[in-house]
């Protein structure tokens, strides 16, 4: 419990009451409890979602560590299409509950891909220091 603890930075939350924290101080603590219980695979449906960017990020490159590092099986809901280009293998996009198209992020962040998930005319950039796709709404 205390490695998830500190894997997580949720210290300062351990002596608290849950009904006390903000949605995303309970979110990552939520999370710590997933690592604190060292589970061979995880659903996760929008762990992000109460979280600033900062934190988002500090929890999906954990979670995705998780994954490397622990041989952990995730599946993860997101509706970030950029998150989900940066930290996931591979990326299903449903759309009315049907599957519209799987594959890694170079093959869904495509500008035709995104406007058939999306239904609105999408750009898509290459971030030069990391490579990433960034998916850009046009205006």
Do not use: K
């Not at 979602?49 to 490159?61: C, F, G």
């Not at 999408?122 to 990391?130: E, F, L």
């Amino acid at each position: 419990v205390e490695a998830a603890i500190g894997l997580t930075d949720t210290g300062a939350f351990a002596d608290r009451l849950v009904d006390t924290l903000s949605g995303g101080e309970r979110q990552r603590v939520w999370v710590a409890m997933l690592v604190a219980q060292d589970a061979g695979c995880l659903l996760l449906d929008e762990p992000t979602s109460a979280l600033d960017i900062a934190h988002q990020i500090e929890v999906l490159t954990l979670i995705r560590s998780l994954c490397r590092t622990r041989g952990t099986g995730v599946v993860i809901v997101l509706h970030d299409v950029n998150m989900a280009a940066r930290f996931c293998d591979d990326i299903l996009a449903l759309q009315g509950g049907h599957l519209i198209a799987r594959g890694t992020p170079a093959e869904i962040v495509t500008p035709e891909t995104l406007e058939r998930i999306y239904g609105i005319p999408m750009d898509v950039m290459r971030h030069a220091p990391s490579g990433d796709y960034v998916a850009v709404p046009r205006a």
